[in-house]
């Protein structure tokens, strides 16, 4: 305790109430379920600890919460200690992790109550945080540890190997389609093909302004647009440019905002360096940091080959389409390529992680492999006569090239079934689809 001033306490003291409303055996208010809290609260009961990573804003504070309202209703509240480290006043701890005890002396002397379930959020912001968490785990100070951090690096630092063993680790993501039909009661079939008009318009909202919790509350365009440009700029800085200390910030940003601008095109760092005027190395160091900060993902290549892999030109997507609108140039946003990205994110939503691109002769938008089964998939928002040949022809072609298990072409509405082996269908449907596939 003696680390800290009186002043420095008080403000701790402010901090630890302000966060920690669920001492009063009130439970949160979140808006939206998660998909997410059922496999936290199946693991609730083991010692491991919770690890929660994914973009910033996309709901891992909210996860939390909704994880405390079910515990409440079966322990003393008080015993649980919620620290966010976002909040600046926790500022003594980011240098010294040994100084997360005097808040939890803190708490437990506010609470007169031991604490017992330890939550702690964005984590990443305190140095060898690592080293704490394990002193206490393996203390068995706490019945149950769970963190939340905004980088997918978060457990690849010096002090990493120290938790080996010790946690489950599982990865939030903006809303899903499923969960967001679910949020307005549309959670099967028949619900949605009876409310066609309002899931068209749902699917609308999120190829232009995204699925992140608190825009998808929200009705009016330009406090949207003003939400996703502070989550686009809070992002590339503090989860990028502060985190991966890059120096030259103007030129992170330019390269940002080119990518933006052309998500889903193909590309080399070098065809990026020509178009930037930046260099190959800063070029890949950039990539690689909005990488880790969840921000964009690349997909390469499909090759049996991994030379072929690695030579071939890849594509960049994001997981939210609001990040694409919040900075675009175009203010007639291509539907075609919103579209084909909100199928990108929706797939790796659902936990398909071996995601490829086909561009031979003929392109097909995903490859995409799960449970040893390749599936063809084309993002087209609509079909019609302009495009049906080449979508279909894609498909086609690949599956003479490549053992493809089911060919789909995912649109926004339609339904066809072309050949026993190639389907139209329309994105409700899509991972429906997928699980029914043997």
């Not at 379930?117 to 394990?134: P, S």
């Not at 090239?401 to 339609?414: G, L, R």
Request: hydrophobic share 35%; aromatic share 12%.
């Amino acid at each position: 305790m003696h680390e800290f001033t009186n002043y420095n306490l008080n403000i701790m003291q402010n901090a630890i109430l302000l966060h920690n409303k669920h001492w009063n055996n009130t439970a949160y208010n979140v808006s939206i379920k998660r998909n997410l809290l059922q496999k936290l609260l199946k693991f609730h009961k083991t010692k491991e600890i919770q690890i929660i990573t994914g973009l910033r804003r996309s709901g891992k504070s909210s996860l939390l919460k909704l994880y405390i309202n079910e515990l409440i209703k079966t322990v003393n509240p008080k015993s649980i200690l919620f620290i966010n480290f976002d909040d600046p006043n926790y500022f003594e701890l980011y240098n010294k992790p040994q100084n997360i005890y005097t808040v939890i002396e803190t708490a437990e002397r506010l609470t007169q109550t031991k604490i017992e379930y330890l939550f702690l959020d964005e984590i990443q912001a305190v140095v060898a945080w690592e080293k704490y968490i394990k002193s206490v785990y393996d203390a068995e100070k706490f019945k149950k540890i769970c963190i939340t951090g905004s980088n997918s690096k978060l457990l690849l630092g010096n002090y990493s190997s120290l938790l080996s063993g010790r946690y489950i680790i599982n990865q939030m993501f903006p809303l899903s389609l499923d969960e967001i039909l679910k949020h307005h009661n549309y959670s099967d079939t028949l619900s949605i093909l009876q409310n066609k008009a309002k899931v068209f318009n749902i699917i609308e909202n999120c190829l232009k302004s995204g699925s992140f919790p608190e825009i998808i509350l929200k009705t009016d365009e330009q406090i949207k647009h003003e939400i996703l440009s502070n989550y686009y700029d809070s992002i590339l800085i503090k989860d990028c440019i502060v985190n991966k200390n890059i120096r030259d910030s103007k030129s992170f940003k330019e390269l940002s905002f080119f990518i933006f601008n052309n998500l889903s095109a193909l590309y080399s760092y070098n065809s990026l360096s020509k178009a930037t005027s930046i260099n190959d190395i800063s070029i890949k160091e950039y990539i690689n940091a909005m990488q880790e900060a969840f921000m964009i993902y690349e997909i390469p290549q499909f090759s049996y080959k991994i030379k072929t892999q690695i030579k071939s030109k890849r594509k960049l997507y994001t997981i939210d389409n609001g990040l694409i609108n919040a900075i675009s140039l175009n203010f007639s946003p291509n539907k075609g390529k919103l579209f084909e990205n909100f199928i990108f994110s929706e797939l790796t939503k659902y936990g398909y992680n071996e995601i490829y691109l086909y561009n031979d002769k003929k392109e097909c938008d995903f490859i995409v492999i799960k449970d040893k089964k390749i599936f063809a998939i084309q993002a087209c928002y609509e079909i019609n006569i302009s495009n049906r040949e080449r979508e279909i022809g894609g498909l086609l072609y690949v599956r003479s090239k490549i053992k493809i298990h089911e060919s789909i072409i995912v649109t926004v509405s339609q339904s066809e079934i072309i050949d026993k082996n190639i389907s139209i269908i329309p994105v409700y449907e899509l991972f429906q689809k997928l699980e029914q596939i043997k």
